[in-house]
């Protein structure tokens, strides 16, 4: 016959209690999956969700489309002469150009100068032009036949068909471009029978 103490004390009577306590007591059931947050997007009237989001702002060059030249940088409207020269480029064989021409005429003057504003910039991107040897037409742009140049194009007659503008001294974007082909219109324009240099 085994003998038991006469009392538990209280710290082993705690433990036996919690023991108890613990195996009699139900498993709780695993917490339940907590469902993604998920944010709400207003739909409108139309269907289409709303943003806030800002949309691009549309292009202000339509595709296809060269951007169009502010006032600034045409020639001013106070220009009343034209002085029109020919430079001569490489492989001419020792020919010489035509003595330059100034043109005060009203309207041949309102028409270079409607002819050269009237030019877009010169588009982006690589082009295969015709090769270019120097050969070019300048139009120099006076408020008067002895007056400063206000502005000056030079028109390109190979290669790309660029003309290079300066306003006041100050280069300007390259005008015009590939298959523009200015030289022959200028020299209509301004009535001269000026040869195109061959190569």
Same mark, same amino acid.
């Given at each position: 016959?085994?003998?038991?103490?006469?009392?538990?004390?209280?710290?082993?009577?705690?433990?036996?209690?919690?023991? %108890?306590?613990?195996?009699? /007591?139900?498993?709780? $059931? @695993?917490? #339940?999956?907590?469902?993604?947050?998920?944010? *709400?997007? =207003?739909?409108?009237?139309?269907? %289409?969700?709303?943003?806030? /989001?800002?949309?691009? $702002? @549309?292009? #202000?060059?339509?595709?296809?489309?060269?951007? *169009?030249? =502010?006032?600034?940088?045409?020639?001013?409207?106070?220009?009343? /002469?034209?002085?029109?020269?020919?430079?001569?480029?490489?492989?001419?064989?020792?020919?010489?150009? =035509?003595?330059?021409?100034?043109?005060?005429?009203?309207?041949?003057?309102?028409?270079?100068?409607?002819?050269?504003?009237?030019?877009?910039?010169?588009?982006?991107?690589?082009?295969?032009?015709?090769?270019?040897?120097?050969?070019?037409?300048?139009?120099?742009?006076?408020?008067?036949?002895?007056?400063?140049?206000?502005?000056?194009?030079?028109?390109?007659?190979?290669?790309?068909?660029?003309?290079?503008?300066?306003?006041?001294?100050?280069?300007?974007?390259?005008?015009?471009?590939?298959?523009?082909?200015?030289?022959?219109?200028?020299?209509?324009?301004?009535?001269?029978?000026?040869?195109?240099?061959?190569?």
């Amino acid at each position: 016959m085994r003998l038991l103490p006469d009392a538990l004390s209280p710290l082993a009577l705690g433990a036996a209690v919690a023991v %108890v306590l613990s195996a009699c /007591a139900v498993p709780h $059931a @695993p917490a #339940a999956a907590t469902a993604p947050y998920m944010k *709400a997007t =207003p739909i409108g009237s139309t269907g %289409v969700p709303l943003t806030t /989001a800002k949309s691009p $702002a @549309p292009s #202000a060059v339509a595709p296809g489309k060269r951007a *169009a030249r =502010p006032a600034s940088e045409k020639v001013p409207v106070t220009a009343q /002469a034209v002085t029109i020269s020919m430079d001569l480029g490489q492989n001419q064989g020792g020919k010489t150009p =035509p003595k330059p021409v100034t043109i005060t005429d009203p309207a041949t003057v309102r028409e270079l100068t409607a002819l050269i504003n009237g030019l877009p910039l010169f588009p982006p991107g690589m082009f295969s032009c015709p090769a270019g040897f120097g050969d070019n037409l300048v139009l120099t742009f006076r408020a008067g036949p002895r007056t400063p140049a206000l502005a000056v194009a030079t028109v390109d007659l190979a290669g790309c068909d660029g003309v290079h503008f300066t306003l006041n001294g100050k280069p300007q974007p390259t005008l015009a471009g590939p298959g523009t082909d200015n030289g022959p219109r200028v020299l209509k324009t301004a009535g001269l029978a000026w040869k195109i240099p061959t190569h």
